[in-house]
């Protein structure tokens, strides 16, 4: 599976997830707590230091590669998020297809397709950009450095903010699959499926690329208002 990597921006950085990161992620998640409905994030630093132990086990498993997301301007643990579903094409047809390990290649290995999932972020930076720029930087990582035909992501189809700021990416939506799997809150759900195609990449960085220039440039402009 690819190994560990650190991915930098402007506004973020993401760290490979560590089990030093779990107090910094239990003070992320424990202030407003009201936008985590639909979403697993670890409430205590009991909670957190098990969140970090199943991300690694999912990680050294193949299964995943995790991120501590940090604010690049004062080096602040806000949330985390994750590579998923790693697939990998290589070797003989299997049935059923399914995600699986690498056939060859071993530790070498890269994924043909992935998912980006796990996000979730503190509220005091909900709404600041970060989040853009992570997900930027984890496809300019797939696309650009994997080389990934697919990059998938989803959503509990309820959860009207996550699905809005996936499509705001230009994700395309492959449909809603109905009485899916299980929610957080114990109901029946259905998910919400997206993806981004390799010859899709092009228009997905520059449509991405222009809403963080935009940001930035209202930032700039509310920081020149006399107060």
């Known amino acids: 599976m690819p ?7 402007r506004s973020v950085r ?3 997830l560590a089990a030093s990161h779990a107090p910094a992620l239990a003070a992320a998640a424990a202030a407003d707590r009201t936008s985590y409905a639909f979403t697993p994030v ?5 909670a ?14 193949g299964r995943s590669l995790a991120f501590a997301t940090v ?16 697939d990998y094409w290589d070797g003989p047809v299997v049935w059923p297809p399914a995600p699986r390990g ?6 070498d290995a890269i994924p043909d397709a992935a998912e980006i999932g796990g996000t979730w972020l503190s509220a005091h930076a909900q709404g600041t950009g970060i989040n853009t ?19 998938s992501l989803r959503a509990d189809a309820r959860n009207t903010r996550s699905r809005a700021a996936i499509e705001r990416l230009g994700a395309v939506c492959e449909g809603v699959r109905r009485v899916h799997t299980r929610g957080l809150d114990g109901l029946v759900r259905g998910t919400a499926f997206y993806s981004v195609l390799d010859e899709e990449w092009p228009v997905v960085r520059h449509t991405i690329e ?3 220039e935009r940001a930035r440039e209202g930032a700039d402009a509310r920081r020149l208002v006399p107060a």
């Open 102 to 107: 690498p056939l060859c290649g071993g530790a």
């Open 3 to 9: 190994a560990p990597v650190i991915l930098s921006g």
């Open 42 to 46: 670890p409430h205590g630093l009991e």
């Open 133 to 151: 720029e992570a997900k930027l930087l984890m496809f300019q990582h797939a696309f650009d450095v994997w080389r990934v035909r697919r990059i």
């Open 14 to 16: 993401l760290e490979p």
């Open 48 to 61: 957190a230091h098990l969140y970090v132990q199943s991300a690694l086990a999912d990680q050294e498993a």
């Open 71 to 86: 604010r690049a301007a004062d080096g602040l643990v806000v949330g985390s998020t994750r590579f998923c579903e790693l």
């Open 210 to 212: 222009q809403r963080l």
